[in-house]
């Protein structure tokens, strides 16, 4: 129990530093080209998972709530891709925080299935954002995964 509870504490703390290299990121106008607003937004997102993971409510002190706290904050990193996210990445390595990134587009072409909801939605949301930025060329897209949009892929 007190090992869980320690593993806990230590994604805990390494999402707040994650938080951290976020914020510092946003605020650098070179590696985040985007407007004023979509700025702001992205820091107080940053923040507001920082303050929510130092003030965790106990009942949801648990891996699997922490779990969805990771998995949201990741999204953008994962999902998305530019000198942010490449930054993003780069200073989590090498502050030796314990999270990896996760090409699920990637993952779902090559397995040429979606398995659940989640992966749909990135897939719908990320397949021509992909393809434009060279980060899947246009053949990865030629399977069934792409061939339908109303989500009758999804294998329940």
Not at 56 to 83: A, C, H, M, R
């Amino acid at each position: 129990m007190k090992k869980n509870l320690d593993e806990l504490h230590k994604l805990l703390s390494a999402i707040i530093e994650a938080t951290k290299i976020a914020e510092e990121i946003s605020h650098n106008r070179e590696l985040l080209s985007t407007d004023g607003y979509s700025r702001q937004m992205m820091i107080d997102y940053d923040r507001d998972t920082r303050e929510l993971c130092k003030n965790l409510p106990q009942k949801y002190f648990n891996k699997k709530s922490i779990g969805i706290i990771v998995s949201d904050f990741l999204t953008y990193y994962n999902e998305g891709g530019g000198p942010d996210v490449e930054e993003f990445w780069r200073r989590v390595q090498e502050a030796g925080l314990p999270f990896e990134r996760k090409d699920i587009l990637g993952i779902v072409l090559n397995r040429d299935r979606v398995r659940t909801r989640s992966e749909y939605d990135i897939v719908i949301d990320t397949a021509i954002p992909a393809s434009q930025t060279g980060r899947h060329t246009s053949d990865q897209f030629s399977g069934r995964v792409l061939q339908e949009s109303d989500g009758s892929l999804i294998s329940e």
